[in-house]
């Protein structure tokens, strides 16, 4: 029989159910360590929609990265031209001016190394490989749950 004095007990009537303020909730992943590495490294939210682009900086901020916001394609390359360029762009598909799926081309055609999420309502397969074929690296469909961005 081995001696139990050293290991920590809580009897069932003292441990909370209660998650602590600075961890993820069950349901959600834990962005913490990716933030970590990545946080210097802006993302560009290219997003026209008001709400859209306000959730998606408050989950970006939540998870300890800094977004770059613009409100059309045009912004958002501008954003991604700049010399220390975000590697990272969240793009809707539907803007005014240049839409998501001409920032993934041009971005493709300058050879810039930038991992980018196609963010539309646009769910129907022919889209998906449209923007695939467009060199979206990622295909999200809105709305979307925060765990799988």
């Not at 961890?23 to 026209?48: G, H, N, S």
């Not at 190394?113 to 809105?142: F, Q, R």
Request: glycine share 6%; net charge negative.
């Amino acid at each position: 029989m081995s001696d139990t004095k050293d290991i920590p007990f809580s009897p069932p009537w003292q441990i909370s159910n209660l998650e602590k303020p600075d961890q993820p909730k069950a349901t959600e992943l834990d962005a913490r360590p990716a933030a970590a590495r990545f946080a210097q490294m802006p993302i560009v939210v290219a997003e026209d929609d008001l709400v859209s682009r306000t959730l998606i900086n408050s989950l970006m901020e939540k998870w300890g990265f800094k977004a770059v916001l613009t409100q059309d394609g045009h912004e958002a390359m501008a954003a991604l031209r700049g010399e220390q360029g975000p590697t990272l762009a969240l793009l809707d598909w539907m803007m005014p001016g240049m839409d998501g799926l001409e920032v993934c081309r041009r971005v493709r055609e300058s050879k810039k190394m930038v991992y980018m999420i196609m963010l539309t309502s646009l769910c129907a397969k022919e889209n998906i490989v449209e923007g695939l074929h467009a060199g979206a690296d990622d295909y999200l469909i809105k709305p979307f749950d925060k765990n799988e961005l």
